[in-house]
């Protein structure tokens, strides 16, 4: 069981930046891709950046040049740089990891979500 703790949420302007944590619990298997999903209110989550073990990264079009995703594998910790945030940004950010046992099976992981409020 990996437990997944998100922090860095909060109030800010428009424009202005945040930075959010996720730091996961100790694994006994390797984490592979860790990712920030986010759910606006009544829409679906969505993927927002994902990066992999070998530091790959991918992110949802509408936060390209603005979010920057990375990682810390030695503390199993992934943060998302948010800067230029608009109103669309806001919304419950979401971490997520994925972890493969030995068997090959692959367990997904979530964090309880931090918020994220854009003001005008």
């Known amino acids: 069981q990996v437990q997944l703790v998100e922090s860095g949420g909060g109030l800010v302007q428009a424009g202005g930046s945040l930075r959010l944590s996720c730091a996961a619990s100790?694994?006994?298997?390797?984490?592979?891709?860790m990712g920030w999903y986010r759910q606006a209110p009544g829409k679906q989550r969505e993927l927002v950046a994902v990066?992999?073990?070998?530091?790959?990264?991918n992110y949802v079009t509408s936060v390209k040049e603005r979010f920057t995703i990375s990682r810390d594998n030695a503390r199993n910790t992934v943060y998302l740089q948010m800067n230029s945030l608009k109103h669309e940004d806001a919304g419950v950010y979401y971490c997520?990891?994925?972890?493969?046992?030995?068997?090959?099976?692959?367990?997904?992981?979530w964090g309880q979500g931090t918020q994220v409020t854009v003001a005008s």
């Open positions: 990066i992999t073990s070998g530091g790959s990264t």
């Open positions: 100790r694994s006994r298997f390797s984490i592979n891709t």
């Open positions: 997520k990891a994925e972890v493969r046992a030995t068997t090959g099976i692959m367990y997904l992981y």
